[in-house]
């Protein structure tokens, strides 16, 4: 049972921080590419981050590099991601999502997603 369940979202203020966690079950995820997507209110859903199951290679939309880091706990099954210096643009739904055809970052043909996890950036 191939399962990903997302985690940390909630209310900050513009310049605050979440980590989002996302957790396998049912796969080892250390050996595939977790993903993180948002879709904001209105706007189609976009790729934020990516982690490489084939060499950790780690990957960032250009809206949020140097903000947001990713990074995987292998002894918990689990992915993060760090987001500093949040802005209201930031406000989305966020799924972390995976495909078993590749280990390597790809934005699409994701076979997994999460339910989501809904982040808000607000004043």
């Known amino acids: 049972q191939v399962q990903l369940v997302e985690s940390g979202g909630g209310l900050v203020q513009p310049g605050g921080s979440l980590r989002l966690s996302c957790a396998a079950s049912g796969f080892t995820s250390e050996y595939y590419a977790i993903s993180w997507f948002r879709q904001a209110p209105g706007k189609e859903r976009e790729g934020v981050s990516c982690i490489s199951g084939s060499d950790g290679s780690t990957y960032y939309a250009d809206s949020v590099k140097g903000r947001f880091t990713i990074s995987r706990d292998n002894a918990k099954n689990t992915v993060y991601l760090q987001m500093n210096s949040l802005k209201p643009e930031d406000t989305a739904i966020y799924y972390c999502?995976?495909?078993?055809?590749?280990?390597?970052?790809?934005?699409?043909?994701?076979?997994?997603w999460g339910e989501g996890t809904l982040v808000t950036v607000s004043s």
């Open positions: 999502a995976t495909t078993m055809i590749q280990a390597t970052c790809l934005w699409s043909g994701m076979e997994y």
